[in-house]
């Protein structure tokens, strides 16, 4: 496959030759920064979801209520991420991650010394809008750090997919061995490390939000900038498939863990299994994800990311159909990793199109807007959750309503698709050069 263009918007260097290896070096350690402040921000915001029913038992809340606490939170994980994009279009990437894992360490604290349920609620609020920091620095850091956009949002991906997996593992651990704010505070010590990490490597240095997107040398910025129609067009058709793919995530990761749970308490296994069976079982699917965020990276970047983004999307609805209507806990293991493997796929792939046809001056905002419909507003998949548990007393019922909200993706991710395709057919300039053709 032939490389396709582009490199380090920082560098503007005639003689490639010499500065090829300081490059490559900039870029490792900008993949490695990156990669660790997503794993975290993960760890960070699912760790609720591993220790749901441990709160929910020691402080005696209904399942609504249990499921409603970190709600404000997730919301303003997402809505955190316009002021994170205006901050990192106005400063740097580096200097909002700084404060991001800073900000993470204390209020991971303030979780773990909760003594009640709102002193809880706040310390998960505070936690979410502290994470909110994350995505739009560290794509932005990607979008003009790095040549082949979508292998390193792949590896990106993965580092995410590893934190997805282990976060609610965790908290499920912890919450057995010992209690369930000893999570917490393993999220402080990891931010801690992470804020370290960046004053000891100076690892994404010279990568200016704004600034950088002004120089010559960014061959990913399209020759014409999108015309305001294609821009619209994109708001009002991939834009609704992001929201409903967030509150299909929210409603998977949460419901997940939890399922497995009580689908293993109520079988007559030892209590060696039943005690660690979930825990391993919850890490299977979500282990999965890794192997999507990683191929669906490197896919895009070699077939149109925006068809591969509709394929990915039809085989989801299935796979999440089936878990609704698996028999037995394997089989619900069996079609929960297929979702997981082909759901975390997509979210590469969209950051990647994200890269390519957004203006690279607002590309920070862009991923802002969409971190609010897949983060803020997908946070109700939570409260979604809560609705089916407390009316059916179990969790399999969510993944019927994930499929449906799937179908609904990818009817809007098919209209984006589409406009796409006639654009390339007429000769239209709305994408950058790095894009595959249709």
């Not at 915001?45 to 409603?68: D, H, I, N």
């Amino acid at each position: 496959m032939t490389e396709r263009p582009g490199v380090l918007t920082t560098e503007s260097s005639p003689e490639r030759g010499a500065t090829e290896r300081g490059q490559r070096a900039g870029e490792l350690g900008v993949v490695a920064l990156a990669s660790l402040g997503h794993a975290l921000c993960h760890i960070a915001e699912l760790m609720f979801s591993g220790v749901l029913l441990a709160v929910q038992a020691e402080f005696a809340l209904s399942p609504r209520l249990a499921t409603a606490l970190p709600l404000l939170g997730w919301v303003l994980m997402g809505v955190g991420a316009v002021p994170a994009g205006l901050l990192t279009d106005r400063y740097s990437p580096r200097s909002v991650l700084l404060a991001y894992f800073l900000s993470v360490a204390i209020a991971a604290l303030f979780c773990a010394a909760a003594v009640g349920t709102w002193s809880l609620v706040v310390g998960l609020t505070l936690l979410g809008a502290a994470v909110s920091l994350y995505h739009p620095a560290g794509l932005t850091l990607l979008s003009f750090g790095c040549r082949r956009k979508g292998q390193a949002m792949g590896i990106h991906g993965v580092a995410g997919s590893v934190g997805i997996t282990v976060g609610p593992a965790i908290g499920l651990a912890l919450a057995k061995v010992a209690s369930w704010r000893w999570a917490y505070g393993l999220v402080a010590v990891l931010a801690v490390l992470g804020f370290a990490f960046m004053l000891v490597t100076g690892a994404g240095s010279g990568i200016a939000g704004r600034r950088a997107a002004g120089t010559a040398a960014d061959r990913s910025v399209p020759e014409q900038s999108p015309d305001r129609r294609f821009l619209v067009w994109v708001l009002l058709s991939l834009y609704p498939a992001f929201l409903l793919g967030g509150l299909c995530y929210r409603a998977f990761t949460t419901a997940l863990p939890a399922l497995l749970e009580r689908l293993l308490s109520g079988r007559t296994a030892p209590s060696l299994i039943q005690q660690w069976g979930p825990v391993v079982l919850t890490m299977i699917p979500l282990a999965l994800g890794s192997v999507g965020q990683f191929y669906g990276g490197r896919w895009a970047d070699r077939v149109a990311p925006h068809r591969l983004y509709l394929r990915l999307i039809a085989f989801a609805a299935p796979a999440a159909l089936a878990v609704a209507l698996a028999p037995n806990v394997w089989l619900v293991v069996l079609a929960a990793s297929i979702l997981g493997l082909v759901q975390f796929a997509e979210q590469p792939v969209e950051n990647t199109i994200i890269a390519h046809v957004t203006p690279a001056e607002r590309r920070s905002t862009f991923y802002s807007l969409k971190f609010i419909l897949g983060f803020g507003v997908g946070a109700f998949g939570s409260t979604l959750v809560g609705e089916i548990w407390e009316r059916t007393g179990h969790f399999q019922g969510v993944f019927g309503v994930v499929a449906l909200l799937t179908i609904g993706m990818f009817f809007f991710a098919r209209a984006f698709s589409r406009e796409v395709s006639h654009r390339q057919r007429v000769g239209g300039t709305w994408h950058s050069h790095d894009v595959a053709p249709g």
